[in-house]
């Protein structure tokens, strides 16, 4: 069974970087998906950015330019260097999965794509 966790969550200052980390076990396919998401109360939970097995890797609009998406595949960890943090993304985030598919879908696709998630890392960014 495939487990997600988290880690690399924190506080930090406007302007200032974090890197988030998903070490994923239990995976048999190198065939992939993965994703970051992040989820504010009452809002939606918002696709961040995601990567598929080929390295093709997609953002949404407010993060481009400031986040990367990455993957160790000898370490199976998914990672989200995140800098030039703003108040506004301040969230829990999600790392996400899907294993046997081929490509991502958009960036925007709701969370129900997705079949494996991890326990969620919340960032905090003050002004």
């Known amino acids: 069974q495939v487990q997600l966790v988290e880690s690399g969550g924190g506080s930090v200052q406007a302007g200032g970087s974090l890197r988030l980390s998903c070490q994923a076990s239990g995976v048999t396919s190198s065939i992939y998906c993965m994703a970051w998401f992040r989820q504010v109360p009452g809002k939606e939970r918002e696709g961040v950015a995601n990567l598929d097995s080929f390295g093709r890797t997609s953002y949404v609009d407010s993060v481009k330019d400031r986040f990367t998406i990455s993957k160790d595949n000898a370490k199976n960890t998914l990672y989200l260097q995140m800098n030039l943090l703003q108040p506004e993304d301040t969230a829990m985030y999600y790392c996400?999965?899907?294993?046997?598919?081929?490509?991502?879908?958009?960036?925007?696709?709701?969370?129900?794509?997705?079949?494996?998630w991890g326990q969620g890392t919340q960032v905090t960014v003050s002004s």
């Open positions: 996400a999965a899907r294993y046997g598919v081929v490509g991502c879908p958009g960036v925007k696709t709701a969370g129900s794509w997705y079949r494996n």
